[in-house]
């Protein structure tokens, strides 16, 4: 069976890693998830003092030269802090395009980020969303043009919220194709 690699990266909540170990596989048929012992620390390089965030590009390359990192079929690092990549003011999440590592950002996911009342559900179901579209773009797809498929991209929290967490069938499709053509 291949396997998800849950890395908490700074201070992720044990909340989140034991919540996506359980929904994650209910979602992509055929992989498992473990959740790993070793927190990372981010290296000072990785952090822009001006913006006041990580830049994510420079988090996926550290995630990639951590030796400990290379098992596993897919490492989702799950990061509790704000980050951009290239010219967007933010991202949620960054993954590689048939790759091997995604991350997910928490911060900006939690309500009160926005001025809400802290909403633990709500919270972790945008992180499973998030967690569902950066792993799609590990398996190769592109952003989706179904309102309701977790490959939508999205521009604004509300643009998550609106999806499902879930993959469309036509996606779905195109993972269980790309699983089985892997060895």
């Known amino acids: ?13 044990s909340i ?9 596989p209910k979602r992509i048929p055929g992989i498992a998830v473990e959740i790993e012992d070793y927190v990372v620390h981010l290296p000072r390089s990785t952090y822009n003092s001006i913006r006041r965030q990580y830049d ?7 995630l990639k030269g951590i030796k400990i990192l290379h098992r596993g079929f897919r490492i989702l690092g799950l990061a509790d802090v704000d ?3 290239d010219y967007l003011n ?3 999440g960054q993954a590689e395009l ?11 996911l ?15 179901d945008r992180v499973l969303k998030e967690s569902l579209h950066e792993l799609g773009h590990t398996f190769g797809l592109l952003h989706c043009t179904s309102t309701s498929c977790v490959m939508r991209f999205s521009n604004s929290i509300i643009d998550t919220d609106l999806k499902l967490p879930k993959f469309c069938t036509n996606c779905l499709q195109k993972i269980m194709k790309y699983l089985s053509s892997e060895i």
């Open 98 to 108: 048939y790759g091997r590592y995604a991350v997910v950002y928490l911060v900006r």
């Open 1 to 13: 069976m291949k396997t998800i690699r849950l890395v908490p990266i700074e201070k992720s909540p």
């Open 83 to 85: 980050a951009y990549s």
């Open 90 to 92: 933010f991202v949620f």
């Open 56 to 62: 994510s590009d420079a988090v996926l390359e550290f």
């Open 110 to 124: 939690r309500p009160e980020f926005y001025g809400s009342k802290a909403d633990e559900r709500l919270f972790l």
């Open 16 to 24: 989140v890693l034991e919540f996506l170990k359980h929904e994650l």
